[in-house]
């Protein structure tokens, strides 16, 4: 069995950045046959190369985008261990996406903000892209597609939470949108 790279997305500290993380772990003829190294890619630094694109499929105005970016160069990676690619987790800051998404669209709508607080609620699909120095032919691709909804479940949890419970007898409707909104919110979060 080849490689089968496992990556773990989250929106953190408070929607403000995105984490991008290896969890594949390491090779195991039982339990993770398409984990690192034996006989599948080693993710040897010194050997292969690892990039990370990330695209957003978002709207503006009304408009539908599609704009894919290169993670290189933004955010913060770290990597457990100096030799190897295996478990690296990388950080992204919501600004420095909003800022490279708006260098790739032109002309760019004045309403996008290039320095967004928060990570936009979207589809986004994260593309990690191996490939051996010394062969550049030979290249490993992986996608992980993800909604994100951290947005949109801070302002459910707000809306429920500000429901007075004990003025609610003769009118209901703000239990009943209330349910409304997370039963909405829980079928954004199920979208595979």
């Known amino acids: 069995m080849a490689l ?10 408070d929607c403000k950045e ?9 090779y195991n003829s039982e339990s993770n046959p398409g984990g690192w190294g034996k006989f599948n890619i080693t993710g040897d630094r010194s050997k292969y190369t690892l990039n990370l694109m990330l695209t957003a499929f978002h709207f503006i105005d009304g408009m539908q985008y599609s704009t894919t ?10 990597y457990p261990s100096e030799s190897t690619f295996e478990g690296f987790k990388m ?4 600004h420095d996406i909003s800022t490279a998404i708006s260098e790739l669209i032109s002309p760019l709508p004045e309403s996008y903000n290039t320095l967004q607080e928060t990570v936009e609620d979207n589809i986004y699909k994260v593309t990690a892209v191996v490939s051996k120095d ?19 479940e801070k302002e459910v949890n707000s809306f429920l939470a500000s429901i007075d419970l004990e ?5 209901k409707s703000e ?3 209330a349910l409304l909104a997370k039963s909405l919110l829980q079928n ?3 979208i595979k």
């Not at 089968?4 to 500290?13: A, H």
């Not at 970016?69 to 770290?78: A, E, K, P, Q, S």
């Not at 003025?167 to 009118?171: I, K, L, S």
């Open 188 to 190: 954004l979060k199920n």
């Open 134 to 152: 010394s062969n550049p032919s030979e290249v490993f691709t992986f996608s992980l597609t993800f909604t994100n909804t951290c947005n949109t």
């Open 167 to 171: 003025g609610v007898e003769c009118d």
């Open 175 to 177: 239990i009943d949108r």
């Open 91 to 94: 950080s992204i800051p919501s």
């Open 18 to 26: 995105l984490v991008i993380q290896d969890v594949t772990g390491s």
């Open 69 to 78: 970016i290169t993670l290189t160069g933004i955010g913060n990676m770290d």
């Open 4 to 13: 089968d790279l496992k990556l773990k997305t989250s929106v953190v500290n």
